[in-house]
């Protein structure tokens, strides 16, 4: 297939995000005078994506996501005294720092620059995305970066979708390709619009959700075979 407008989702995908996460967590602890440790990181983990899917699923709001995630994490470490806004608010800072991008990332964008455009849609929070993009190597080579929180509307829902069309004047559905590491939001949110996908599945895990990607790759240099 043809695919002129690539949109990318971020976290996962373009950039490493347990790379960059794992340190910015590590940073965070230390601040407040506690070693990380594997378990720990997991622990944080785990609350944190369950925090995701209540938000994903609109059952809570990001500032209620933000927020709680560090107050059960502190909560479990024993120190509920740390102000958990506080500590999202330097935990963004510290994320928005680490720009580690996933491994063929730089090569594909810069193979696919000058025959396609690309922008990156994502629900991550502003602050830290669009710092991000800003300070990593492949801001050359993307037009537009589209953060949910600057929206009001988040992937999967088609009203995302439609926000970055019209935004980015594309009226030919079929020229477009979204690629993206999760499938509740980014392979069913571009088959709602009615938009081909591309499921980035670098461990190669079993999709057990009803979402369907068009295509489905282990690493991001498979992208230039599609986009023809
Ligand atoms: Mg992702």
């Not at 983990?45 to 059960?72: M, V």
Request: glycine residues 8%.
């Amino acid at each position: 297939m043809s695919y002129y407008y690539i949109l990318f989702d971020a976290d996962g995908t373009l950039f490493d995000f347990d790379n960059a996460e794992m340190y910015a967590l590590s940073d965070l602890l230390a601040k407040y005078g506690v070693e990380i440790t594997e378990e720990r990181h997991a622990l944080y983990r785990e609350i944190n994506r369950a925090k995701w899917r209540g938000f994903e699923a609109g059952e809570i709001t990001r500032e209620q996501l933000q927020s709680s995630r560090f107050r059960e994490l502190f909560g479990s470490l024993g120190r509920p005294d740390v102000d958990a806004e506080t500590a999202n608010a330097e935990y963004l800072d510290l994320l928005a720092d680490g720009s580690h991008l996933t491994d063929g990332a730089l090569e594909v964008c810069r193979s696919l620059y000058g025959r396609c455009e690309l922008a990156i849609v994502t629900n991550g929070i502003a602050r830290s995305q669009i710092r991000r993009v800003g300070k990593s190597e492949i801001r050359k080579y993307i037009s537009k970066v589209f953060v949910s929180e600057e929206i009001g509307f988040s992937k999967p829902n088609p009203l995302y979708f439609e926000y970055v069309l019209g935004k980015m004047q594309i009226t030919d559905k079929p020229s477009v390709l979204v690629v993206g590491d999760s499938l509740g939001a980014d392979i069913l949110g571009g088959a709602k619009s009615g938009l081909d996908t591309c499921w980035f599945n670098p461990r190669g895990v079993a999709n057990d959700t009803g979402a369907v990607p068009t295509y489905e790759i282990r690493s991001l240099r498979e992208l230039t075979d599609i986009v023809i």
